[in-house]
């Protein structure tokens, strides 16, 4: 099963607590990490699984590691060369997607998931409040551990890996 996992490269300490956390679960569970593979939540998640003896997909915007240098704990990056259009790759590799805290290109990641009906899990990330939206795409939960089992939960039921 893979877990895209998305967020901020410029986090608080605190979303980098969680994100590392949620990598650490991740891993311990056998679920492969995707991400953009840059820094903050994406290094975070990355360090997490990797700790955890998991397996982590950077999908990075540039042609080359001259271009766009995964972090240290990616294990396998896919240079695309096409910048932030790639968040749409990242989204679509997960069986499910874990959103934690997050700038406007996790905003443009979690619209994917919700263009795309892939299940999303938000920790600390953005929120709606618009007419025809339905905030109940987006589970709400507390901790990284809710986090990992929501989205496991979403993916089994969509039909993903077990």
Not at 5 to 15: C, K, P, Q, Y
Not at 19 to 43: D, F, I, N
């Amino acid at each position: 099963m893979i877990i895209s996992v998305i967020g901020g490269e410029t986090s608080l300490e605190d979303a980098l607590r969680m994100a590392e956390e949620v990598g650490r679960e991740l891993g311990k569970r056998g679920v492969t990490v995707c991400c953009g593979g840059g820094g903050g939540v994406m290094e975070a998640v990355c360090r997490g699984a990797r700790s955890a003896g998991g397996h982590t997909i950077g999908i990075m915007p540039g042609r080359d590691a001259s271009q766009s240098p995964p972090n240290p704990w990616v294990e396998f990056p896919v240079f695309t060369g096409i910048g932030y259009a790639r968040n749409s790759s990242v989204v679509l590799t997960g069986e499910a997607v874990i959103a934690v805290d997050g700038s406007y290109g996790t905003l443009s990641e979690i619209a994917f998931a919700m263009i795309h009906d892939v299940p999303l899990v938000g920790l600390d990330t953005w929120g709606f409040d618009y007419r025809g939206h339905d905030p109940e795409k987006i589970v709400r939960v507390t901790t990284p551990q809710e986090a990992v089992e929501k989205a496991i939960e979403m993916a089994q039921q969509r039909g993903g890996a077990k």
